[in-house]
């Protein structure tokens, strides 16, 4: 995983706008206020609402 701290703390979630935090996997960032998995392909997140998958 590329994803180095300092982007993660400056990353939100696009539809709250709240915390995102790694997934479990390492393949997604978690947002727990919707429930929602943000896609990492080739190490870039995929912050797009459409995109994102249920928990």
Known sequence: MALNKELLDI???????????????????????????????DDIPIMLIDEARPF
């Open 11 to 41: 990353l939100a979630c696009p539809k709250c706008k709240g915390d995102i935090h790694l997934n479990e996997k390492g393949d997604g960032l978690a947002c727990d206020n919707c429930r929602l998995i943000y896609e990492i392909k």
